[in-house]
C-alpha cells in the first residue's frame, strides 16, 4: 500500500494509461479523482472500478486546456476528498502532421491541451502543496519529447514543454517537500496507438530491444513509484518507459 490514504488527481484517467495509473494508485490505498473529456461512460466505468478496491472515487468532466475550468476541478476535488497530494498530468492529444501541412490548429490545440493543461494543473494545485509542505507531481511526457519525431512537430514541442516545465517547478519547490518528475513512455498499446497502421507497429516493435509493445500497466508501475514516498529524494527527472526503445 505505497499510497495508503493520499488522494490523487488523474488527468485523463478514463482510458489508456490514465485509467491504468488511476486503477494502480487506488490499488495501493489512494483515493482518485479522474478529469477527462469524451467517452463518458468510459469515465463512469473507470470510476466504478476504482470504487470497487475500496477507495474513494469521483470524476470530474473537465478539459484540462481552460484555466479556469481547471482551477473548478481542482476546488470541486478538494472540496470533496479533502486536500489532494498526487497529481499525474496524463492527458494528451496528437494532431499529427508534417510540418509543412500543419495547420496552426492542429499546432494550437496539441500545446493547448498538452502543454497548457499541465501548467495548469501545476498551477492550480501549486499553492496547496506549497502551504501543505507535500506533494507528488507526475508528467507523462514521451521519448519524441526528448529525440523529436517526423509529424509530431507540435506533439514533441509540448512534451519538451512539460520536461522543462517539470525541472523549473522542481526548483521551485523542492525545498517544500514536493517533487515533479516527469515519465517519458515509448510505444504503449492505446487507443492512441491504435489508429496506427499494423505494418508501421510492427517496424516500430521491430527496433524495441524488449521486442514487445508496452502496455499501460507498465508506465502505471513506475508512475505508483515516482507518486510514492519511496520517490521523496527524486526531483525533476525524466524516466523513460520504452523497452530500451531510446537509450
Ligand atoms: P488516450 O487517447 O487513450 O487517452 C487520453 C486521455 O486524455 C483520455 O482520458 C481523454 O479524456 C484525456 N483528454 C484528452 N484531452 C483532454 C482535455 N482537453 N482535458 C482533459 N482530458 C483530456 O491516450 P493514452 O495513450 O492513454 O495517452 C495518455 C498520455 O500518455 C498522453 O499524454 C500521451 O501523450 C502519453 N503518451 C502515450 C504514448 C502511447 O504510446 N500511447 C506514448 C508516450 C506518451
Redesign the pocket.
Known sequence: MLVQGKNAIV??????????IALKLAENGANVA??????RQ??AETVKEIEALGVKAMEVY?????FEESKAAVDEVVKTLGSVDILI??????RDNLILKMTEAEFDSVI???LK?TFNMIKHTYPLFMRQRYGRVVS?????GIGGNKGQAN?SAS?AGIIGMTKSAAKELASRGVTYNAI??????????AVLPEEAKKAMCDQIPAKR??K?ED?ANLALFLASDMAAYITGEVVRCDGGMQM
Not at 11 to 20: D, F
Not at 62 to 66: E, I, K, L, S
Open positions: 488527468t485523463g484517467g478514463s482510458q489508456g494509461i490514465g485509467r491504468a479522474i478529469l477527462y473529456v469524451g467517452d468510459r469515465g473537465c478539459n484540462v486546456a481552460d498530468n496524463n492527458a494528451g492529444i496528437t493547448n491541451v498538452n493543461g507523462i511526457s514521451s521519448v519524441v506533439y512534451k517519458a513512455p515509448g510505444f504503449i498499446e492505446t487507443d492512441m496507438t509493445t508496452g499501460p508506465v
